[in-house]
């Protein structure tokens, strides 16, 4: 069969870490490995990068099945696409799946959406095509027999982990027996995946689902609770077939076991593998293990990305990240010790005022830290604060485009919704676009690109600058 798949770009109202960052489908390149070697066919779309419109490549290409994957931000977006997908032709069969769409699949229910993936993507999607495959064969033979009495359609009750209402499958792909993603299905995008300052970075994923249960952390309901780790011969042998230097392990906490780190480490160093890595890591653990930080920095760690969450212990614990600022600041203190980059994201308290955004800065100014990601508690659907925070929200759950981790969603405590985009803007100018910290920035990674990001920065900065003039907009109910 041909398959289309796309990358959805991103809403308007959505605002957008593509501004600084754009990283290859992964998902999509390991779709594609593993269907056409079973005989399909199969194009990337990137419409974060392409001009054109859906139905431009739908005509282009005429596929069989259009695949559609995205995130929360993405649903409206991409049940339009399939609706564009089905006027150029309703014979097409549409697939849509996606972290957001395992979770919560009824998001997606349309006319125009012929199967919601639900659990084991890879696997899934290729029973679909199995199973559309078989029908049209049969349709086939039908005809070539001249009994059109009846249509021949696919028994969705077979395809064990699409969505049906009322049913939830198991997630059973607990080990990982699919061929490496097919990164040369977007050779022409290439150029363009960046990640802050790790250009042309490549992706891999190692693991799968994350073994500790935060309340705010949508991880553990993608994997129902599971966790699991790729072989580590297995990753190695990835990596030495993958030319980009930088490399970004996309794991929701890469930093797992000491003794995996230390003979991933040696792995490395003994295939002779030379590149540099940006990973997902806890503070505790960096905190315990100084010693793997310095091994793995030998061999290439370049940045980690640290969710540090508060300066208030108090809600360290409401959150049940099992650290305390004591360790945070430890984690810190390490990783600027053997020159690893600290990217810091925090989530901003919905019963802030003024004092604690300031308190935030003086804690991030004490630390050193140039890089943050600046969050406003969101209670995603499917996390253990969903109910909690429910009547108070200030966002429609249908307006999909705004549940992007950085839209206020929720009726502050304390504070106007406008004054909270401010304080967060401050907070962010205060960090960021100091003197000092842009200097840091030029010496470390050069005039160029710190300018290109720079770029980005009032991109997303001109967003929250339309927040805050719109104020507050609650829901219709």
């Known amino acids: 069969m041909n398959v289309l798949l796309f990358r959805p770009r991103p809403d308007k109202e959505t605002i957008g870490l593509q501004n600084v960052m754009i990283c290859e489908p992964l998902e999509l390149e390991y779709i594609s ?40 931000s993405h649903v409206n977006i991409m049940k339009r696409y399939a609706k564009e997908a089905k006027e150029v032709n309703e014979n097409i069969t549409t697939i849509i799946g996606g972290v957001h769409a395992e979770v919560n699949p009824e998001d997606f229910v349309s006319p125009y959406v012929d199967y919601i993936i639900r659990a084991n993507g890879i696997r899934t999607f290729i029973d679909i095509l199995n199973k559309l495959d078989k029908s049209e064969k049969k349709n086939q ?52 995946y960046y990640y802050m300052f790790h250009r042309n970075c490549t992706l891999i994923k190692t693991s799968f689902g994350c073994p500790y249960n935060c309340k705010f952390c949508f991880c553990r309901q993608i994997m129902d609770d599971q966790y699991f780790a790729r072989d580590l011969e297995d990753i ?6 993958i030319p980009e230097t930088e490399i970004y392990i996309v794991d929701d906490d890469f930093l797992v076991g000491r003794e995996r780190i230390l003979k991933f480490c040696d792995l490395l160093e003994q295939r002779g593998i030379n590149k540099k890595y940006l990973i997902y890591g806890r503070a505790d653990y960096v905190a315990s293990n100084e010693d793997v930080i310095k091994r793995f920095k030998e061999v290439g760690l ?67 830290l140039v890089f943050v990601n600046l969050q406003p508690l969101t ?28 839209h206020l969603v929720v009726r502050p405590d304390n504070i106007s919704v406008r004054k909270y985009y401010w304080y967060t803007m401050v907070l962010y100018y205060k ?40 104020g507050e907009k609650c829901r219709k109910n």
């Open 33 to 72: 490995a593993n269907i056409e070697a079973l005989g399909h066919t199969c194009t990337i779309v990137d419409m974060i990068i392409e001009k054109k419109n859906v139905a431009y490549f739908v005509k282009l290409y005429n596929p069989d099945v259009v695949g559609i994957t995205g995130y929360i």
């Open 141 to 192: 033979d039908s005809e070539n027999a001249e009994n059109k009495t009846s249509e021949i359609v696919v028994n969705d009750d077979e395809i064990e982990c699409i969505y049906v209402p009322g049913k939830k499958p198991p997630k059973k792909d607990t080990t990982f027996n699919y061929l490496y993603p097919d990164r040369n299905k977007v050779d022409k995008y290439r150029s363009k």
């Open 236 to 241: 190695v042998n990835e990596l030495e077939q």
């Open 302 to 368: 370049r940045a980690v990305i640290v969710g540090l969450e508060s300066c208030d212990s108090r809600q360290l614990d409401d959150y049940n990240k099992r650290t305390n600022v004591a360790i945070n600041e430890k984690a810190v203190g390490i990783l600027k010790k053997y020159d690893v980059e600290c990217y810091g994201t925090f989530i901003l308290g919905l019963d802030w005022t003024k004092e604690d955004f300031n308190a935030l800065y003086k804690w991030i100014k004490k630390l050193g």
């Open 379 to 406: 209670p995603l659907r499917g996390t253990d604060i969903y109910e909690k925070y429910k009547p108070r929200f200030i966002v429609r759950e249908d307006e999909y485009e705004k549940w992007d981790l950085a």
């Open 431 to 470: 960090i960021t676009a100091n003197p000092v910290s842009g200097w840091y920035m030029v010496k470390k990674y050069g005039l160029h690109d710190t300018l290109k990001l720079s770029i980005g920065a009032v991109a997303v900065n001109n967003q929250y600058w339309k927040k805050l003039i719109e």
